[in-house]
């Protein structure tokens, strides 16, 4: 006798959020869903549906109390420092809890009346000092959980799982050891208990898991449930020897996925007794069937012979090259599935957007394909991403699991910058939005024209955008001040033969600007390199230089110039790695009107120019409109990289930085 999956699902129970340790109890828009999947049969009894894709808007994030010390990294050479989880902002660098540095790309407002936690950790083998973090009962967090002491799960160790705040009080009421990893040692917790609710805040970071650390001992927190659901059904309920490969974008989130699977397998009393665990899989022995969870950076991809594959997070995929090779490999299975669950993203070039596009059109009676199943919830393209109505017609779940105080907190921030207003139209409505899009909102620049305080005996960041064909050269330099501001000083240099066509290219007075000291004029007709070297060299002279950040393009004979004269110089990428956290902070300095600029025309007019792109993390960086725009930005690019080598930002193309010891 078959087994209906809603009945299955039944059995299950939730692990997270505000729904942890309550049975899972499907929406209506998800019974409905599945009932459509599994139980719409074809004259043979096999099902009809051989591929479906689930369009779901990105849940809420989980939040931390306002004094809760998070490490980041801001100092020059990429010093770290803790700062208070109220004041991260968004372009802050924060820590993965496997080493590597992540972006936050959304912070919300304080957020009050919030049922909160006191949670203590400690550490039984060092004698370092307790630990103290406050949460909101749904927040996430990566812990080993042991009946035995702490001594035990040390010498070991328990696999980690992710559970909530709640969760852990009522697994230290129940006299369990929870334990989290931190650096290569654990944390024990020695109580957690409610509290009086106090102000909360939220971040996201560009990390498909959403983990941080947390705490100045560097404690791990969480920021897919029905896809384990799916996966665990089709394991146990579809074809014998059936195999289920849940496949996602990277490493991280493979592995959440997999934890999901095995607290549900943990959560029903028969599948635990009948389903042996391991580090990537879950095996049903008595029905020769197994669940594997995989990335698409998986070195091998082949060897598989699916019965289902859910492809989770589709829209972080950069190609179908692992997709294709499971889909063909599911030619001998009498009725294979194949499920994309995703949101929406902003490459329309990648695999996701086309397989997107023809679900739509199959909804849409464009296209007859009777295998294919689209559920996509989703804003409709020109809806106001602004109004609660768009909200709930995008997320099924608004007002349930969906909490209206967290999207007025993010759509508040969209509204001030463009590409958080990206993020938000993607991940929480559901609506696929180009890479690029007008960075300053009209009149946020002019209002940091402020006159620049004095600079003597200041430390200075200098960066430099070199001219290609017929874009300008810029210089800008950067002064941090105590308070947080910044000072600039922007000039840009452009061939004295070509000035006047150039002004009626690009409809600006170079020549007026050139008479006012913010354009030199160099000889020729191409840009004279050398007199942008002798500017550098004589501003060095008179100002307190600490290093200049150069464009890698074309820059050798500069950099080895300089680098004769003393100049620190720092070779800058020009990709989303070097550009997204300085341009975050840009962003958010500008916001905050906390630069000064004197009103410099050429930086004002280059700095309307820019555009934003996106990609599918979350990362940004400045372009122009398109390559053969007359719309420069040259000295909108130096000033981000004067502000990265400001933060400490430098680094190579394909170089990460790596936490190796906490």
């Known amino acids: 006798m078959s087994v209906d999956i809603r009945d299955f699902i039944a059995l299950l129970k939730h692990s997270r959020g505000d729904f942890a340790g309550k049975p899972f109890v499907l929406e209506k828009w998800q019974d409905e869903y599945l009932d459509r999947l599994f139980n719409t049969k074809r004259p043979d009894g096999l099902r009809q549906y051989r591929t479906s894709l689930l369009a779901l808007p990105r849940k809420n994030g989980k939040a931390l109390s306002l004094d809760t010390p998070i490490l980041t990294v801001q100092e020059p050479r990429g010093a770290g420092v803790f700062k208070a989880m109220g004041d991260i902002a968004v372009g802050d660098a924060v820590f993965h809890p496997g080493g590597k540095l992540l972006k936050v790309t959304a912070a919300t407002e304080p957020m009050v009346a919030r049922p909160c936690y006191e949670v203590r950790f400690y550490w039984p083998w060092n004698g370092m000092d307790d630990e103290v973090i406050v949460a909101d009962e749904g927040h996430l967090w990566q812990v080993a959980v042991s009946e035995r002491s702490t001594v035990a799960c040390r010498s070991n160790p328990e696999p980690m799982r992710i559970v909530t ?58 920021n897919s449930a029905l896809s384990a659901a799916i996966g665990l059904y089709m394991m146990c309920c579809d074809d014998i020897g059936a195999e289920v490969i849940v496949a996602a974008g990277d490493r991280s989130q493979a592995a959440l996925l997999h934890t999901a699977a095995k607290q549900f397998v943990e959560s029903c009393p028969s599948l635990s007794k009948r389903c042996r665990v391991y580090r990537n899989s879950i095996v049903l022995p008595e029905r020769n069937a197994s669940m594997f969870c995989i990335s698409s950076e998986a070195g091998t991809k082949h060897g598989y012979n699916p019965s289902c594959v859910l492809v989770d997070e589709y829209h972080v995929f950069p190609d179908r090259e692992l997709v294709d090779v499971l889909e063909t490999g599911m030619g001998s299975r009498s009725q294979p599935l194949t499920i994309y669950i995703t949101t929406a993203g902003t490459n329309k070039n990648g695999p996701c957007y086309k397989d997107w596009e023809r679900a739509e059109k199959i909804r849409d009676g464009i296209l007859r394909d009777d295998t294919f199943l689209p559920c996509i919830y989703a804003a409709a393209p020109d809806a106001d991403p602004f109004i609660e109505e768009t909200w709930k017609a995008a997320n099924p779940n608004y007002g349930i699991t969906l909490k209206p105080d967290y999207f007025h907190q993010m759509a508040n921030r969209a509204k001030q910058s463009p590409s958080d207003e990206i993020v938000f139209r993607t991940l929480h409505l559901d609506q696929w939005c180009s890479t690029t899009a007008k960075w300053i909102r009209h009149g946020a620049w002019e209002a940091n024209g402020g006159p620049l305080r004095p600079t003597a005996d200041r430390p200075c960041y200098c960066g430099v955008d070199l001219a290609s064909t017929t874009d300008t050269t810029a210089f800008v330099a950067l002064w941090p001040d105590a308070d947080g501001t910044y000072d600039i000083h922007a000039h840009i240099f452009i061939p004295e033969d070509t000035a006047e066509e150039a002004s009626k290219r690009d409809r600006v007075p170079y020549l007026q600007w050139a008479k006012e000291g913010y354009v030199t004029l160099t000889e020729g007709d191409i840009c004279d390199y050398d007199a942008v070297r002798d500017y550098v060299l004589s501003f060095a002279g008179k100002n307190l230089v600490r290093s200049v950040a150069i464009d890698r393009y074309n820059a050798t004979q500069m950099t080895t110039q300089l680098v004769a004269e003393g100049i620190d110089v720092k070779p800058y990428g020009q990709g989303f790695v070097s550009m997204s956290a300085p341009s975050k902070l840009l962003e958010t300095l500008i916001l905050g009107k906390r630069l000064r600029h004197a009103g410099n025309p050429v930086l004002a007019w280059q700095m309307s120019n820019v555009q934003i792109r996106v990609d599918d993390a979350g990362n940004i960086k400045p372009s122009k409109k398109n390559a053969n725009s007359t719309a420069r930005i040259d000295s909108a690019v130096a000033l981000i990289m004067a502000l990265g080598v400001s933060s400490g930002e430098v680094r190579g193309p394909d170089d990460e930085p790596q936490l190796l010891v906490f």
Not at 178 to 202: D, E, H, L, M, N
């Open 165 to 222: 705040t709640a969760e852990i009080a009522a697994m230290v009421e129940a006299g369990l050891f929870v334990c989290a990893a931190c650096g290569g040692r654990r944390a024990a917790v020695r109580s957690c208990k409610r509290t009086p609710s106090v102000p909360v805040r939220c971040i996201e970071v560009d990390s498909p898991d959403g983990m941080f650390l947390a705490g100045r001992s560097l404690i791990p927190t969480h």
